[in-house]
């Protein structure tokens, strides 16, 4: 099992960052792929970003690529998301999903997911 937690979320204005972190605990964190994921009200979850088990490949959404940064320290079992020029249509709840695949971009592949940080992006 690995337990996954995040924070980091919040209220900011269009333009502005925001950095989430998930931890993990539970089984052996570089063993896992990691993902960020996104659900806004009525709509589906939506891939966002991944990184390998080594943070040697990433994978992201066309539609955050050049403001977010996917990274992980192995170390502090902990995966981070930097936001960067954000948007109000970021305006989601944050998952953070571990794979013991590649870090893939679909959500049947991940078998752990925390339960979701806020994000709200005002115009």
């Known amino acids: 099992q690995v337990q996954l937690v995040e924070s980091g979320g919040g209220l900011v204005q269009a333009g502005g960052s925001l950095r989430l972190s998930c931890v993990a605990s539970?089984?052996?964190?570089?063993?896992?792929?990691m993902g960020w994921f996104r659900q806004a009200p009525g709509k589906e979850r939506e891939f966002v970003a991944a990184i390998s088990w080594s943070g040697g490949y990433k994978n992201y959404a066309d539609s955050v690529k050049g403001r977010f940064t996917i990274s992980r320290d192995n170390g502090k079992n902990t995966v981070y998301l930097q936001m960067n020029s954000l948007k109000p249509e970021d305006t989601a709840v944050y998952y953070c999903a571990a794979n013991s695949g590649g870090p893939g971009r679909r959500r049947y592949e991940y078998d752990y997911w925390g339960q979701g940080t806020q994000v709200t992006v005002s115009s």
């Open positions: 539970g089984r052996t964190f570089s063993s896992y792929a």
